[in-house]
Every structure is written in C-alpha cells, then in structure tokens.
C-alpha cells in the first residue's frame, strides 16, 4: 500500500479480483462474461459473497474506471440497498474493501444479524474524492453516474441511489465530504461510515499530497471545518491510537459527535481496518433500508 493510505483485503481474500490470465479463471473456477468484461465469483454456499468487476466510462472522470459490486449471495440482488465504498489514496476499486469485509457481510446476512444489502467501488484517483483537475470529477461521477449504473444492474432504490458511503483513510475524507454533496442536494444518505480518515491539521502536511489547489480549497472541502454540513446524517468513525490521522479524528469525534467513534490499538493499515468491519457491518446494517423500493 503506497504511503499507507490505500486500503484493502489481502491477495488470497480478493482472489476473484485480482485474477490474471485465462489459466488462473479456469483453475479457480471464475465465470468470464466475454462481451462484458464482468468476472463473478461462482462458488457453493449460501454464505458465499458473489464479486463482480466490470469496466465503465465515467464523462465525469473522462475515463474507464472499475465497478466493482460485493453482493452478500448468489441469489437475485434486484433493488438490494447499496452502500459506497471508497478507496484511499493511491488505492483502486479493486482493492478499496478492507480484508474480511466481503466474507463477513455474506455470513451475517445468512445468519439474519444483517439485513441484506450490498457495497459498490469505484476508481476514483487520487484527489480527495473532488475535481482538484478540470475534467476528473469523482464526486460528480459519484453523484451522477453511479446511480445510473446501479439503477441499470437493478440495485439500489428506483433512482439508484446509494443509501450510505464508507471509505478508508483519503476514502473516509471522501465519505464525509459525500455525505456533505447529497445532503445540499436533498438527498441526504442513512449512514457514512469513515474509517482511518484522511483529516489532517496542517495544510503544509496536506499540500504534501497535491490534491487541492490551495489552503483556502481544502478548508473550504475539509470535513474538520465543515461538520455543520452534514447535518444529522448517522456517522461512524474508527480510528487506531497509533495511526497518524488520530488527531484529526479525535477533533472530529469532539467537533461531530458521531453514533461511533471508536479509537483503538492499531496503526494506518489493513490489520486495523479488518479488525473494525464487524462493527462497520453493524453501524451500516442498523441503517440500511428493510427493502429498496421497485
């Protein structure tokens, strides 16, 4: 993971993500749809999460990006609740779901302590979620066009829209300034759900990271300086006592008083990440919709 910021599951957990070459699909008995690119995971169990990847073009980014979709099962997913998942910086879609994440929504669906619902990645570059270049705009891809795409896949409520954001490190940043977007549109979500955020207290540390063009931009984007925004939107944040965005999250925990706000043992990284899903899983779980609407 460059810098430590991206987040993900280990290779083995993310087998039917990472596959490469046509010998390795027929040995782990993946389905390739060759019109369409989507590679599915085809596996025996009702506790199975089924994985897909496919390729789409994003106007808002002026490019192809992935979208990947984690489904608690084999089953009919038609109009399952969606939440956002968010990547950190110098991540992928492919590798935004932190290890376990996929394997435990699958098991507490099964086993009733979830209610059904789904996450979708998106590749969103490494700008802190926002146009800091003219012409890539994730957030407008995030706002705008995910929700077609869901809609076309029959996920999601009639107009596609995700009922939650989650990320990791630059990705919980993305979250919480995602939560901020819908709820000036109307369209507030359920839950957002930040773990490891990206708040940092220093713009000579933040400007480090070239994705904002001036201290004034980032105050004007910066979660920290900017809680009032998201208004009475559920929020969760999870922190280790050891990783470096400690102090922008505890300020944001005082500032915000989130539903959680958990700080624990553990640095930047995937072993503290898996670590938090359970309860992640549950937060989101306790706010997702019984049904998305036909």
């Given at each position: 993971m460059a810098d430590g910021e991206s987040g993900g599951g280990s290779p083995l957990r993310r087998r039917t993500l990472l596959l490469a070459g046509a010998a390795g699909l027929a040995t782990a008995g993946i389905g390739v749809g060759a019109a369409s690119g989507v590679v599915d995971l085809v596996t025996?169990?009702?506790a199975e999460p089924r994985i897909r990847t496919e390729r789409v073009h994003s106007a808002a980014r002026g490019r192809e990006v992935d979208l990947v979709t984690i489904l608690p099962d084999q089953l009919s997913a038609r109009n399952l609740p969606v939440c956002l998942f968010l990547h950190g910086l110098r991540g992928r879609a492919r590798q935004a779901a932190p290890t376990g994440l996929a394997q435990t929504l699958a098991g507490g669906v099964a086993d009733g302590t979830l209610p059904p619902f789904a996450f979708v990645a998106v590749d969103g570059g490494d700008n802190y979620w926002h146009e800091n270049h003219v012409g890539d705009?994730?957030?407008?891809?995030?706002?705008?066009?995910?929700?077609?795409?869901?809609?076309?896949?029959?996920l999601g409520d009639a107009t596609g829209t995700p009922f939650a954001c989650a990320g990791v490190s630059m990705g919980g940043f993305g979250a919480l300034l995602y939560a901020r977007r819908r709820q000036e549109r109307a369209?507030?979500?359920?839950?957002?759900?930040?773990?490891?955020?990206?708040?940092?207290?220093?713009?000579?540390e933040m400007s480090t990271r070239r994705a904002f063009k001036s201290n004034t931009e980032w105050a004007a984007l910066d979660p920290l300086r900017n809680v009032e925004k998201i208004d009475r939107a559920p929020v969760g944040i999870w922190c280790g006592t050891e990783d470096h965005f400690i102090e922008g999250a505890r300020k944001f925990?005082?500032?915000?008083?989130?539903?959680?706000?958990?700080?624990?043992?553990?640095?930047?990284?995937?072993?503290?990440?898996?670590?938090?899903?359970?309860?992640?899983?549950?937060?989101?779980?306790?706010?997702?919709p019984t049904s998305a609407k036909a």
């Open positions: 025996a169990g009702s705009n994730p957030m407008a891809m995030l706002l705008d066009e995910v929700p077609a795409w869901l809609r076309a896949r029959g369209q507030p979500v359920s839950a957002v759900a930040a773990i490891s955020p990206g708040l940092l207290m220093s713009w000579r925990m005082r500032l915000a008083k989130p539903e959680v706000a958990y700080t624990g043992p553990g640095g930047h990284g995937d072993s503290f990440y898996r670590k938090v899903v359970p309860d992640v899983l549950s937060f989101l779980g306790r706010h997702a």
